[in-house]
């Protein structure tokens, strides 16, 4: 009898490893999301930045610092997005699964085409991202890229499941694919828009229109009086499609051009869950490309 117990404790103990989850602490809600996708039911994912909150202004927490060190890999957007509290969360958490170079520590922007990354960069340009515009969440192919470059990752880390990953990123890119179909047959191309923050590049790379103008004179640079007088004589001249702008930056500014314009102010997501239509990527996606052609 004691003989068996002992029998079933080892195999309990044997067992619980191939049952475990990986656990996968993302920075952002996009990243959380796809990384959702492509674990489905292999993962337990911990998302660090609320929707509600400015990606560039974000604080180290020691909830952070406690999700970090209990990870099994760490996602993140790269190109310094994360720079004011990821380098802290990775040397505190003193986890060696995350740290640089190693199978746990998940570089998005390691898979994806960078736009706009500037030759040199100095004070006066703003608060330009020196590796380049960190927003690609906006394009459909680099998110599909990613999202390979994901199931790798969890592949290394948890080799039983290699096919269930393989599996989920098929049925992703299936689902991306036929996304794609609607997307593109909706009127974007040779659409012209204002854009408070330089955060739709990638956006109107993927879909054809173009941003003709900032609210912001400079990245992260707010406008002043002076400023906004003269874009309201730019829009009034130029007529663009609208002004674009996310439930965290310039509302008010872009308000009040629209008042002055009548051209439309058009809010559209900055993440997953910033809008309540904003569920996952896909419907992330779907509201923000739909804003743009009502």
Do not use: C
Request: net charge positive; hydrophobic share 40%; aromatic share 8%.
């Amino acid at each position: 009898m004691r003989k068996t117990a002992i029998l079933l404790i080892a195999l309990l103990l044997f067992a619980t490893p191939a049952f475990a989850k990986v656990k996968v602490v993302a920075t952002l809600p996009w990243i959380g999301s796809v990384a959702n996708e492509i674990g489905k039911g292999q993962v337990e994912i911990t998302t660090l930045v609320k929707p509600n909150q400015d990606p560039h202004m974000v604080e180290a927490r020691p909830s952070m610092i406690l999700a970090t060190r209990n990870a099994d890999i760490l996602m993140y957007n790269g190109l310094d997005l994360e720079i004011g509290y990821l380098p802290v969360l990775i040397e505190s958490s003193r986890n060696p699964n995350i740290q640089p170079g190693k199978p746990g520590n998940f570089d998005g922007s390691h898979f994806v085409t960078v736009l706009e990354k500037p030759v040199s960069v100095d004070r006066s340009m703003g608060d330009v991202h020196p590796l380049g515009n960190p927003h690609y969440h906006y394009s459909p192919a680099r998110i599909l890229s990613v999202a390979e470059g994901m199931a790798g990752a969890l592949s290394v880390l948890d080799p039983s499941h290699a096919d269930a990953y393989k599996a989920n990123l098929s049925a992703f890119r299936e689902k991306v694919r036929q996304k794609q179909k609607g997307w593109s047959a909706l009127s974007t191309k040779g659409r012209r828009f204002i854009a408070y923050h330089k955060l739709f590049e990638y956006l109107a790379a993927d879909f054809g229109f173009t941003i003709t103008a900032y609210v912001e004179p400079k990245p992260g640079i707010p406008p002043s009086a002076s400023y906004i007088e003269h874009l309201i004589e730019t829009i009034r001249q130029s007529r663009p499609n609208g002004i674009l702008t996310t439930p965290i930056y310039g509302r008010k500014e872009v308000d009040f051009l629209a008042e002055k314009t009548g051209v439309r102010g058009i809010i559209i997501p900055h993440d997953v869950g910033a809008t309540p239509g904003a569920k996952d990527w896909f419907s992330f996606m779907d509201q923000t490309l739909s804003e743009l052609v009502k």
